[in-house]
Each structure stands twice: as structure tokens, then as C-alpha cells.
């Protein structure tokens, strides 16, 4: 099975356990509405990767990892487009959850796909359930506090935010869990991989603020152009549009470069080749990654 | 040390963890307003007290799996009284957290304690890997989808509701989860523990029932008569307040017979009547329970 059919048939079975009764029906459409159809899924397709680099022993952990990771950025996402944080209408080109549904279900959907992320890991663990612990500290250091997501979109309540830290803490963390994790589900030491998720994840920001400034909305799903109206921290007004550009190719090849030695190394650089050139800006496409 | 004493200093370890570098000051300031000083602290004390009636053989674990259930329930607090559900301006006799610092501030609390209320269990299981995966299943069960907080509070946003699912989903689950979760730590099998803790969950909502509809407000540190306003679910509505109470000492009495024999059965039975002494509204505390 490809990686992608086994991403999204876990995610169909982990949604349709969500649910069964006595699940309330809006809440229930919600969750199903949050995570499909789904966008790139690039950190879920990143962690299996990783597990398959490393024997992938355990299929069915593997999948669960890798779920559990889009499921908290689904989670993010929905939270993060609520009035009182971006205020978003659009998420992946349809109505943000709030306004399909309304505000009581869109925080409730969040919290419940945060839940589901860790409780799937705890269902599919049993197997071998001394890769657990890592499992769970990860997903958690990945998403709360003070190393993950929470962390970092809290520094959008602050007065003053360092640029790399913020990048690091919102969008880094769960790039870094993703490879982590995948290292993790299949009985490997994470230790070597977390370099390639650090630089997937600082491409993946770096690419997002340059498709921000070149306002290519449709690509993306949402509104643009939304750092620079809340004067948020970004590549491109720092660095300027070339500079970004060439920052991320740097980062890119760097990621590439960081691949660990195993057994699917060469089948895991062909994925982050393409993965790169998704990230690459239109215009900038022709230039070799 | 005492359990009350084993709860709150766990609780301000993981919550030093968590407000750590590079936590956003705000963010780390509301976590700590959240969870200090607590209520009555329910949940945790009966899942501890049942760790210690099934021997306590990793004091740590018992310790997690305690706070982690008040790290859940507080969450479930903060963003219950946002402005599009409850729209509760006081919590436990002090501003809530969305008054206290603003909305975005509350969302993201809430989600970094239920975060940390998984990574906290990871963190602590190392020394007994096997019991993790019944753990962190307990936990996800108790507070997601279709079966948990989530759901619960869900039902309120449908046009009709059944009573009984309702509170259990709401309230019950996080009390099974306690004497679940408390049994698992210690290394038991949590199914003979269940009764206990759906019958003080069950309790503890129509306590809290009759607590709104006597409108005790000072008690409860929360406006009162709220499900009254809101027309939700109430066991005085359907039973009438002599009925309630009846009901309640009724499920109390229920509770105390459940407990299973085992090494501190006697304690934990002092321990529930003390709890159910506390559940009882003051005008009805002088019968025996």
C-alpha cells in the first residue's frame, strides 16, 4: 500500500471510531470535516517515511504515529483560525470550521482530535509498549509546552517574539516529532533523525511566508498576506523575497544531505525531493533541489 | 506525605516544566492561574486513593496518572467558560481564565494541559512501559471521542438530549477514568474499579445539580442556576429536589459497597465517605451516609 492510501485509511477508521454512539452528530460531522479531504498531508508522510527507512516492524504503530501527528495539526489549524487568533473564513479552499459549524464545535473539534492523537498511540502500542513513552513525550513536547505549538502560538500574545524561536516552536516541533516519531514507531533510536525534521520543518515555514508575500492564495487554501496585516515575524520581510527563496533551497539540500544511513535511504531522499519541490514557489521551480 | 500534599507537589512540578524556556510569559502565567490554587481536587484524590488501596508499588506513576485526570479536568474549566459556551466570568471565586488574561490566552491553556496531561504520563512510565498503553487509552476514552468530555459537552450544541448519556459522557467519564487510571498505575486490573467511580461521578453531578439549583453560588466559586437558564439537562428538574437528593444518597451508598476487597479497602471507604460528606448540600449533611 502506499504511504498516502495508508495515511488516509487509518485516518478514515481512527474518524469513523470517533464517531460511533454516542458521539453527537455536529461534533461528529466536524471532526470528519476538519480532516478531510486533507490538505498535503506533509508531516504524516514525512513520520512514515521515516518508520519505512527504518524496516517499518510494526505497520500498524507506524500508521498511528503518523496519524497522530496530523491530527494535531488539524487540531492547530482549527484553533488557529478561530475569531479571537486569525479570524479565518477559508481553510483548504472551504469554510474554516467555525463558520461551517460555529465557535462551541470548532474548539471542541480541536480538543477532541488532541485527545484521539494520543489515545490512537495508546490503542496501537500494546504490541510493543516500551516505544510508547518516547512516543507519548514526543507527540506531547511536540505540541504543548513550553517546546511545542502552544508555546509557540502563545508568542503571538507578546509583545516582542525572536523570529526563529517562534518559527521553531510553531511550525519546527511537530516536523521534529514527525521524524522522531516515525524513528520511534519502528524500534529505532530518534536521536538521528531529528536534524532532517528540524530543516523540513524550517523549509515548510520559510515556503508558507514566501507564498504568504507572493499572495498565491489559491495554492494554499487561506487567506494571504496575513503575517504582514498582523505584523507576525516572517522570512520574507526579513530577509527580502530573494533572500527567503535562497534560504530555503539551502535548507532543502541540508535535509536532504542529513539522511542517517539505513536500509530505505535512497527510497526516503527521492520523498524528500518531491516533498521540496511542492514547497518551491512556482516561479522558482526550475532551479534543481 | 499525604495524598493532598503528593497532588499539588506534582502539580507544581509539571507545571514548573511547562512554564519553562522558552514558555511565552503570558501563556506560562495563565497555566499557572488555571491550575493554583485548585478546587476540591475529586478526581485526583480518588484516583491516588485507589493507586494506594491497590499497593502503590511506583508512587511516580500513581502520582502522573492523578494529575494528569486534573490537568484534563482543568482544561475541560477553561474553555467551558469561554464566551461561546458558558460565558462565565468567575471560576473557583476569581476571574476565569479568559477574563483574566483574553480568549486566545484560554483556548491555548486549555489545549497545552491536555497536552501535558498525555506527556506527563509518557515521561513517567518508563520503569513500567506496560502500563502506559491502558493508560493513555483510559485518559484518550475519558476525555475525547465518542465517549468522553468532548462528546458531553458536544450534546449541548444538539436540538435534544438524553439526560443520562449526557452526565456520563460529561462527568462520569473522567471519574471512571480516576479509578481506572489509578488502578492501572499500580499495576492492577482497572475493571473491578469501575462501579466506584461511575457511581461518585454520577453523585457528584447531581450534587452539583442540587448545588445550582439551591444556588450556593459561594460554595462553588461559579455563577449559579446557569442550566437552569440555558435549559440544560438537571437532575432537580426531572426528580424535583427531595428527589435528587434522595438520588444522590442513594448512589453514594452504591459507591461505598463497590469497593473492591483489597490490601486498603478500609481506607478508601473512610476516604469516599469523607468525599460523599463534601457532595452533600449543607442543609442535608446531617444524615448518614
Not at 100 to 114: K, M, N, R, T
Not at 198 to 207: D, H, L, M, N, Y
Not at 249 to 278: F, M, N, T, W, Y
Request: glycine residues 8%; contains cysteine.
Amino acid at each position: 500500500m502506499q504511504i498516502s492510501d495508508r495515511i488516509e485509511s487509518t485516518l478514515i477508521e481512527v474518524l469513523r471510531r470517533a464517531r460511533l454512539e454516542p458521539a453527537p452528530p455536529k461534533l461528529a460531522a466536524a471532526l470528519n470535516y476538519s480532516v478531510f479531504p486533507g490538505g498535503a498531508r506533509v508531516r504524516p508522510q514525512l513520520a512514515l517515511s521515516v518508520s519505512i527507512a527504518c524496516g517499518d516492524d510494526n505497520p500498524n504503530l507506524s500508521n498511528s504515529a503518523a496519524v497522530a501527528i496530523e491530527l494535531i495539526h488539524c487540531a492547530s489549524l482549527i484553533h488557529d483560525d478561530l475569531p479571537c487568533f486569525d479570524d479565518a473564513n477559508v481553510r483548504r479552499g472551504k469554510p474554516s470550521v467555525h463558520k461551517a459549524f460555529d465557535e462551541p464545535i470548532a474548539v471542541l473539534s480541536g480538543d477532541a482530535l488532541i485527545m484521539i492523537a494520543f489515545e490512537i498511540l495508546g490503542i496501537s502500542s500494546e504490541a510493543h509498549p516500551h516505544r510508547l513513552p518516547p512516543l507519548i513525550a514526543a507527540l506531547g513536547r511536540s505540541g504543548g509546552m513550553p517546546f511545542g505549538i502552544c508555546s509557540g502560538q502563545g508568542w503571538e500574545s507578546e509583545p516582542s517574539i525572536n523570529l526563529s524561536a517562534y518559527h521553531q516552536l510553531k511550525t519546527g516541533s511537530l516536523f521534529v516529532a514527525a521524524t522522531h516519531m516515525g524513528a520511534i514507531a519502528a524500534g529505532e533510536d530518534p536521536e538521528p533523525w531529528e536534524e532532517l525534521g528540524a530543516r523540513i520543518g524550517e523549509a515548510f515555514q520559510v515556503a508558507d511566508d514566501v507564498r504568504d508575500a507572493l499572495e498565491v492564495s489559491k495554492e494554499i487554501g487561506k487567506p494571504t498576506g496575513q503575517d504582514l496585516a498582523k505584523n507576525r515575524p516572517n522570512a520574507v520581510t526579513e530577509l527580502g523575497l530573494g533572500g527567503a527563496i535562497e534560504k530555503l533551497q539551502d535548507i532543502l539540500s541540508g535535509a536532504i544531505s542529513s539522511i542517517p544511513s539505513c536500509q530505505g535511504e535512497a527510497d526516503l531522499c527521492e520523498i524528500v525531493r518531491k516533498q521540496a519541490a511542492l514547497l518551491t514557489p512556482i516561479n522558482f521551480k526550475k532551479q534543481n533541489l
